[in-house]
Structures are given as C-alpha cells and as structure tokens.
C-alpha cells in the first residue's frame, strides 16, 4: 500500500514539477532519474576500463607512470556527454556529476585493473575559481565513484595552487605551459605506499592530470591510476 501511494504521490508532482533529462531535455518519467531511458541507452561507451592498453592510457606513455587509465565514455561536440558535462560544470547540476561517477564505479567493479583502489582523489580546482563554481565538479563525480566502490574520498592532500587559463582552445605544446608547476602536496603521510585514483570529467590531451600526477608520484611509494568520464578523441 505504502509503495502505491508513494508512487501516486511521485506521480502527482512531477504534473506540478516536471524533471527534465539532463542529456536531451525531455520530461522523464517516473521511474527515470537525471537522464532518460533513451540518452542512457545512447551513451557512447568506450569499454576502455576492460582494456589494459587503450587510447586512454596511451597519452600518458612516456609522460608520467600511470598504472592504469581509462574512460566511460566518448565526448563529442553535441553528443549527450557533452550536454551532461555542460549541465554538471555550468548549470550547477551537481547530481549530474554523481549520477556519472556511479556509472564510473560499476564500470570498475567490473574490471580486473582497479581492485587495490585505496584511496580516491578528484583533480582539485584553484579555491577562487571553486569558490565562484561553489563546487569542484570532480568530486562530485568521485563522490559518485565512491558510493558504488565504497573507496573513500580523499581532499587533503593535493591542492592547486596557481590559477590557470582555461584549456579549452590551446593546443598541446600551450596546455602543457599552462599546468606547470601548479598543484602542492600536503599531508602526504596518510598516501604513502597507497594506490590512488585521479578523477576528472573531461580528458583531452591529458596535460592537467600528468602535472597533477606527476606532482602526487612525490609521495613515496604512491601508485596512480585515472578514470575520467569521457574522452575527447576528436577535439
């Protein structure tokens, strides 16, 4: 009985307040949440969490020593990740970026790469740029990771300390310029000899993550891996 009324009741406001998909704006049902049937069925999937050498972990060859790194998804202009993404970093749907980091937990749950995960670590922003957002959108996506792999969130130990011009139109050679020497490590003791994970939303040339990287590969005995949730192949 309680199930019914409770069902009638989720009927009734979503007359007065309709929820819309996150991915293409369409009213969603009852039983739908942040994105609909259709855009979840639509997701570009990349598989790459199942595959040791992918297009992913590719980039950083050669750059930083990464144990694995992979992504969910393909990011295309006006593909549904990219309304998602939108959606997460510029329309404050912060539920967006924990519905995404769950879809990134079962997707490691079911690879053989990231089963030592100890500790998870969202790519951190700079505090003024945070502070205007009133949210880092990476932890909400490894907040999201985290309620599936039950791995603990962890914040305290890297910052970003210099504040950056966007990456969006600059090429390989100035994304690298623009990513030196700007993240600081901090309470390092509780990471030592630990196998982190690094979080981010969006991968393109992967120049934020390897100086993030690079900056936690200080701690001693620290292991990295990444998982982003979509990757820019085309951009």
Known sequence: ???????ILNGLLSLVFPQFCS?????????????????????????YYLIKENKVSEIF???????HAASLY???KDNIVQHLIHQLKYRGKQEVG???????????NESPFYKDIDAIVPLPLHPRKQNKRGYNQSACIANG??????????TTTVFKIKETQSQTKKNRI????????????RNTDVMNNKHVLLVDDVLTTG?????????????PGLKISIATVAFASDI
């Open 1 to 7: 009985m309680f199930k019914i009324i409770k069902h």
């Open 145 to 154: 990771i985290s309620e599936i792999t039950k791995i603990p969130v962890n």
């Open 207 to 219: 120049a934020t993550l390897e100086s993030c990287a690079m900056t936690l590969l200080q701690i």
């Open 98 to 108: 924990v519905f995404l980091g769950q879809q990134i937990g079962y997707a490691l």
């Open 74 to 76: 393909f990011f295309r």
């Open 61 to 67: 060859w050669g750059r930083v020593f990464i144990e």
């Open 174 to 185: 100035e994304r690298m310029d623009n990513v030196q020497s700007i993240f600081e490590i």
């Open 23 to 47: 991915g293409c704006g369409e009213t969603l049902a009852n039983n739908e949440e942040i994105i609909c049937v259709s855009c979840r069925y639509h997701l570009p999937k990349t598989n």
